[in-house]
């Protein structure tokens, strides 16, 4: 299978504007994320909206296309990079990895785990998902829970702590059942990325503000794999401060 690597990278965050271009120990954030999925993958893309993000993977030796501005989500983006990269090279993928731009240090295992899940053929999308034990972490909101089936195809994402296990206190939930935090990275293959951003917003997708619940409700098929890795994402300055300390 032909794999292809795609990272949006926009430049207006509000939380963060610029984030791309922020310094990690002498490198960017893009150029970090870039040479970290390069080590799996042989073909990865930034695709962005902004000159100075173009201008600058152009100079580290990148491959970088130019997108809209309009696009509300990086699965719209990366669909559009697709198109535009595929045609430059004449070369048709087969799966097309979307790897978030604000993972500096992105491990590459991450990535090949991901590739493995198409070894199914009946995987149309694939991402990962980390046991988790700490009832704190679960109980987060910002924190995705996932329910997954005995071939580990994904049937449910919520931020609230599922499955409830009746007749115990929450202390006692994760001794008595094996709880999953989702790890944001997905890949799809190349027709079914056409075929979501087509897609209509769905009740379950906007009750809980997640994505990935319109593919399902829409009877997609995503794989699960599951890592024993997390990476650091970046939203704040403060975020960045704080990981280039403990990088150092």
Known sequence: MKFIGIIPARY???RFPGKPLAIING???????????????????????????????????????????????????CFEA????????????????????????ISPNSINLLKSCFLDKNTEIATLIKKEFDIKELQSPNTIKAIIDRKDFAIYFSRSVIP????????????????????????????ILEKITKLEQTSLEISESLEQNRWLENSLKIKTATTTEESISIDTPEDLEKLVKEVK
């Open 12 to 14: 207006d965050s509000t």
């Open 82 to 105: 697709l198109q535009i990269f595929s045609e430059k090279e004449n070369i048709n993928y087969d799966v097309v990895i979307n790897i978030q731009g604000d993972e500096p240090y």
């Open 27 to 77: 490198k960017s954030m893009i150029q970090r994320v870039w040479e970290q999925a390069s080590k799996s993958l042989k073909t990865v893309v930034v695709a962005t909206d902004n000159n100075k993000i173009f201008d600058h993977v152009k100079g580290f030796g990148g491959q970088v296309v130019m997108t809209s501005k309009l696009h509300k989500t990086g699965t719209d983006r």
């Open 164 to 191: 409830h296990i009746r007749g115990y206190k929450q202390d006692y939930w994760t001794k008595k059942h094996t709880f999953y935090k989702h790890i944001g990275i997905y890949s799809y293959k190349t027709d």
